[in-house]
């Protein structure tokens, strides 16, 4: 199993190599400043979007020079160069979407995590990513870096996620979410995968499963498409 924090060296290489190729440059922006130019009249993903203008990439010398005397440690971007990637997701199918200059390597130096996830997938040779819906928009930024940096491009399955009552991301503010929690509900482990289960179409409910059960009626093409909300109870 690979640590990401043991393979800094990997992921400098990697960098390394797409600043050889001149696709890389420093950026100062904060988050701040990145939302104020997105939300301008201007913008061009309006105030909901979350690409980079690319303010740091047309900078005059004057100005970054300005930047560098600051003595704010700059990230390190990619130069997209506007690209359009196409692929197909086992679950949302056909997607295409354009890339943004994202980040490589942080103002803290330290790997972004769209460089370091590309290349720890690469060697250890997977094959297939299956993750939360919530990342399916990183997925072209990913094949992108593969392709720039010469590694094969596993396929992918966005599943969606699990939402608290608020419609949010299930998390620990949403109060009893962990086995533990639902024992001392009286909850046992099989109440919870019965649950799971019923939420991904694989059981109805007061049907008994178990793992193997499971494991021979999964079917990918049947999976739900949309989020499944977590009640106070199985």
């Known amino acids: 199993m690979l640590r990401q924090s043991e393979r800094r060296e990997r992921h400098r290489a990697a960098l390394e190599q797409l600043r050889a190729s001149g696709r890389v440059y420093p950026c100062w922006c904060t988050r701040a400043e990145i939302r104020e130019a997105a939300s301008a009249p201007h913008g061009a993903g309006g105030a909901e979007s979350t690409a980079y ?17 600051s003595g704010r440690r700059p ?7 506007g690209q359009r990637l196409a692929f197909v997701d086992r679950l949302h199918g056909a ?15 330290t790997p972004a995590y769209n460089l370091a996830v590309v290349v720890d997938d690469a060697d250890q040779g997977i094959g297939e ?55 001392v509900r009286g909850e046992t482990p099989a109440d ?25 009626r999964f079917d990918p093409d049947v999976l739900p498409r949309a989020a499944t909300t977590f009640r106070d109870s199985p």
């Open 95 to 109: 997607m295409e979407a354009a890339v943004d200059d994202l980040v490589l390597w942080r103002g803290d130096d």
């Open 192 to 216: 919870v995968l019965a649950w799971m289960a019923r939420s991904l179409a694989l059981a109805t409910p007061g049907v008994a499963v178990d793992l193997p059960s499971l494991l021979a």
């Open 129 to 183: 990513v299956v993750r939360g819906d919530d990342l399916l928009d990183t997925t072209p930024r990913q094949l992108l870096l593969q392709r720039l940096l010469d590694l094969p491009s596993p396929s992918y399955a966005h599943v969606p996620l699990v939402l608290g009552p608020d419609g949010a991301r299930l998390a620990k503010r949403h109060g009893a979410v962990t086995l533990a929690d639902r024992a």
């Open 75 to 81: 990230a390190l971007r990619l130069d997209a160069d």
């Open 53 to 69: 203008p690319g303010t740091c990439k047309h900078l005059t010398s004057a100005a970054r020079a300005d930047r560098e005397r």
